[in-house]
């Protein structure tokens, strides 16, 4: 059962990737392509106001590994500004299908935290 599933997702990450349309990879997948991280800075007024927490992030990753375009899913608002700023200037590595590289989409999260 867990091959057939397996083995059918595999088959539709292949037709997409043939449709043009980009690829579904994990975010812990992609993260290991990661060449260029930009930290986002964190806004000195959510830092005052104790707002901590994880911006969501869809991505898609174009064929020369720049973030092409981002979607927020989810996090503090005031922690959504600075995320994007940053994640728009990160980097990849090509993923490569068949030896082309080819587009991915993504999600990324980005933590902010306070020291205790």
Known sequence: ????????????????AASGAPVPV???????????????????????????GTVKLQAIIGKDGAVKELKVLGGPEE??????????????????????PVEVITDIQVNYTLAK
Request: cysteine-free; overall charge positive; glycine content about 8%.
């Open 1 to 16: 059962m867990l091959k057939a599933l397996l083995a059918g997702l595999a088959m539709v990450g292949l037709l997409l």
């Open 26 to 52: 994990s975010g812990a997948a992609q993260q290991k392509k990661l060449v260029k991280m930009v930290k986002p800075v964190y806004p000195p007024e959510a830092k005052a106001k104790g707002i901590q």
């Open 79 to 100: 922690l959504v500004p600075p995320s994007v700023e940053a994640v728009k200037q990160w980097v990849y590595e090509p993923t490569l299908r068949d030896g082309e």
